[in-house]
């Protein structure tokens, strides 16, 4: 129970009546990753920014390691337990990929773009010089240098080709599996969902275990 994140009877909506969840709710832990799968508009982001803080819900809690987050405070549970991935990667991008770990960084941060595959040369090269798939790695190495347990990730293979996006699903089942993280993808991809511990599937405000494989 401790070692959880727990949303519970969570509910969100928009402009009084537009319902985008309605009443979730749903477990995760350390050392699995999560695929929540949902069409355009199903409510997945709203859902991560939640979970991350961002927002709090109309009504429900969410609890980390048995602390309700907006009780203890939404900048203290940003702070210390999360950390996001992006579609776009959105590391700054005046700084090389060095300096974006280490803004956050609680250990080394070039041993761990290292860990994600950069060689010392791409850890000192401007961001804008760098693959889609290899600024991903270095927002991967800077959730993972950070330290702090969750890692949401909002469509992280969304601007990646096939292979690439293979590459960094395996790197963010790397962060649940060897790092000990809570790794929450939202995604549209049956691909990345293929990799997952847990696929959960967002539909009309609720959310449901999916059987991958069944009709979206
Ligand atoms: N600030 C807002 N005001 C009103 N509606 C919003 C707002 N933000 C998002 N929405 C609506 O809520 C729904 C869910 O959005 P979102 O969580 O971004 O979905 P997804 O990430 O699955 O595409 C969408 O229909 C979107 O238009
Ligand atoms: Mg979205």
């Known amino acids: 129970m401790n070692n959880r994140l727990v949303m519970d009877n969570i509910s969100y909506y928009y402009d009084r009546n537009k319902v985008i969840l309605d009443d979730i709710s749903v477990e995760f832990e350390k050392g699995k990753m999560y695929v929540i799968l949902g069409p355009s508009g199903c409510g997945k982001t709203t859902l991560l920014s939640l979970i991350g803080g961002l927002d709090i819900p109309k009504s429900g809690t969410i609890c980390f390691e048995g602390c309700d987050i907006n009780k203890e405070g939404l900048e203290k549970h940003r702070r210390n337990n999360v950390s996001f991935v992006f579609q776009n990667y959105n590391l700054i991008d005046y700084m090389t990929p060095e300096e974006n770990v280490k803004l956050t960084a609680k250990q080394d941060a070039q041993a761990m773009l290292k860990k994600m595959g950069l060689t010392a040369d791409e850890c ?19 959730a993972l240098a950070s330290n702090n347990p969750i890692i949401l990730a909002d469509e992280p293979t969304g601007n990646l080709d096939e292979e690439t996006s293979q590459e960094i699903t395996s790197i963010l089942k790397e962060a649940a599996r060897e790092y000990g993280r809570c790794v929450i993808i939202v995604t549209h991809s049956l691909e990345v969902a293929k990799q997952a511990d847990v696929v959960f599937r967002l539909k009309h405000g609720k959310i449901e275990v999916a059987a991958l494989g069944m009709d979206q």
């Open 124 to 142: 000192k090269r401007n961001i804008l010089k760098l693959s889609g798939g290899q600024q991903q790695r270095v927002a991967i190495a800077r």
